[in-house]
C-alpha cells in the first residue's frame, strides 16, 4: 500500500536555530511530486515547498529546503532560521495517491 | 481569487441527523478532493471528482456518505444518519491539472461535532 511516514510526533527548536523535519513515503508512481504543508493551529492548511521526483535538485523557498533522497524514499524538510510562526503541524504529502503522513507538531520556543 | 471555500465552518449536529457540507472551489480548478482529519492527524481521502465525474472513493466512504459535484464547479457532501464517530474536520482542496501537477489548495474545513 501506498504510504507516507512521519517518525517525529513533536519536535521542538529554539527561535533563529535550524531544525530538520523526516518523512519517508512509498509509491508505484514512476514519477510524482512530494509536498511539505503547515497548519498552524485553527488554521487551514498552506503549501510550504513542493518536490517533483524527475528533478535532482532539491528544492528550496527561502527558509525552508527539501533532502529529497529518491532512491531512499526519503524527503525531510529543513527549516533555518525558526521564527515563532513557524510554530504548526507540519505534513508530508505524496499527493498522486493523495496521501498524507501523520504529521509532526512543530514548536518554535522563544 | 478567494481561494478555496467552505460552508458551514462549524456544525453541530445529533446523532443520526443528516448533515450536508459545500466547498467552493478555486473558479479555474477541475478537480476537487474531500478529506477526512481527526484531531492530531493527517488528512484521510475520501473521495475526488474531475470536472463533475467522480473518480475516486476511498473505502473509508461508507454508504452514508455521498458526494456531488453537479457542474462541475461546486460541489457538497452529504453524510447520511451521522455517528459519534463521524466527528472529524472535513476539509476540500481543489487543483488545476495539467502536466501532471498535483499542487492541491485547501480550505478552511468544516468542524463535524455529532453529540
Known amino acids: 500500500a501506498q504510504t507516507v511516514t512521519q517518525s517525529q510526533p513533536e519536535m521542538s527548536v529554539q527561535e533563529a536555530e535550524t531544525v530538520t523535519l523526516s518523512c519517508t513515503y512509498d509509491t508505484s508512481e514512476s514519477n510524482y511530486y512530494l509536498f511539505w504543508y503547515k497548519q498552524p493551529p485553527s488554521r487551514q492548511m498552506i503549501l510550504v515547498i513542493r518536490?517533483?521526483?524527475?528533478?535532482?535538485q532539491n528544492a528550496t523557498e527561502n527558509r525552508f529546503s527539501v533532502n529529497f533522497q529518491k532512491a531512499a524514499k526519503s524527503f525531510s524538510l529543513k527549516i533555518s532560521d525558526s521564527q515563532l510562526g513557524d510554530t504548526a503541524m507540519y505534513f508530508c504529502a505524496q499527493l498522486n495517491d493523495m496521501r498524507f503522513g501523520a504529521g509532526t507538531r512543530l514548536t518554535v520556543k522563544p | 481569487d478567494t481561494g478555496v471555500s467552505q460552508d458551514p465552518r462549524h456544525k453541530i449536529t445529533k446523532r443520526g441527523q443528516n448533515v450536508t457540507f459545500r466547498c467552493d472551489p478555486i473558479?479555474?480548478?477541475?478537480?476537487l478532493y474531500w478529506y477526512r482529519q481527526t484531531l492530531g492527524q493527517g488528512p484521510e481521502f475520501l473521495t475526488y471528482f474531475q470536472n463533475e465525474a467522480q473518480l475516486e472513493k476511498s473505502r473509508l466512504l461508507s454508504d452514508r456518505f455521498s458526494a456531488e459535484r453537479p457542474k462541475g464547479s461546486f460541489s457538497t457532501l452529504e453524510i447520511q444518519r451521522t455517528e459519534q464517530g463521524d466527528s472529524a474536520m472535513y476539509l476540500c482542496?481543489?487543483?488545476?491539472?495539467?502536466?501532471?501537477?498535483?499542487?492541491?489548495?485547501f480550505g478552511p474545513g468544516t468542524r463535524l461535532t455529532v453529540t
Open positions: 518536490q517533483e521526483a524527475y528533478k535532482q
Open positions: 482542496a481543489s487543483s488545476l491539472v495539467s502536466s501532471g501537477e498535483y499542487e492541491q489548495y
Open positions: 473558479s479555474e480548478h477541475n478537480r
